[in-house]
């Protein structure tokens, strides 16, 4: 599987999976989702790999959530809600191996949420954490941010 | 939203006051506070973040892999319920997503003004 929403890489026995949208502040959509799925099984079963990192590309954002634009009422994958997202959050528990959340920006949202399912959290001072849900409902977390 | 690990899994983490606050208030939190929560269990500079992550791998590199999954499943089992809710949580959210209430959210954002969600209350 070749990847347009996130980048792979294998070095010194650990697995960084970034997710590499930037320009939305790493929001993902169904697609992000189905890619960082996919990347967690690779390094889950790959036995030269013993830890997974989990990323977001560039310096602002570690993950905001899903992408509202991707969607009008549903966002635009498979899934209960259109994103298969709980399928990438049990699969956060149940790769055998530790997966470490490197927050360099914004953990905001559904991106908060894949921070705290991981196993360990490691922040640079410019992290930031929260959750937005009732504040401007669901659908908009990651954008709320671009404002 | 993530009820389930969002909300109840996290409060294993930060504590029910915490999580609550954050879940409510819908504030944010810099490092060093997530850090004082137990959110996070380390802050390091901007510049040294890679090289910290990458001594926290080597680390993890040089434990036995089996003792250290089978440790993992072990933390996972006693938290395993929580699954559950966040499943029970996501079909919730898929009704709710389809409301006036939800609504009100997106339309008050691309309107650039704030959200009147208590008029669409049933």
Sequence with gaps: MSYEDILYEERNGAAWITINRPEVYNAFRGQTVEEMIHAMNEAAWNKEIGVIVLAGAGDKAFCTGGDQSAHDGQYDGRGIIGLPIDELQSLIRDVPKPIIARVQGFAIGGGNVL?????????????QFGQVGPKVGPWIQGLVLLI | MDPGFGTAYLARIVGEKKAREMWYLCRRYSASEAERMGLVNKVVSHEELDAEVERWCSEIMEKSPTAISIAKKSFNLDSENIRAISSMGMQALSL???????????????????????????
């Design chain 1, 115 to 127: 921070a705290t399912l991981c196993d360990f959290t490691i922040a640079s001072e410019k992290a």
């Design chain 2, 96 to 122: 709710y997503y389809d409301t006036d209430e939800s609504r009100e959210g997106v339309a008050a954002f691309n309107e650039k003004r704030k959200p009147d969600f208590r008029k669409f209350t049933k």
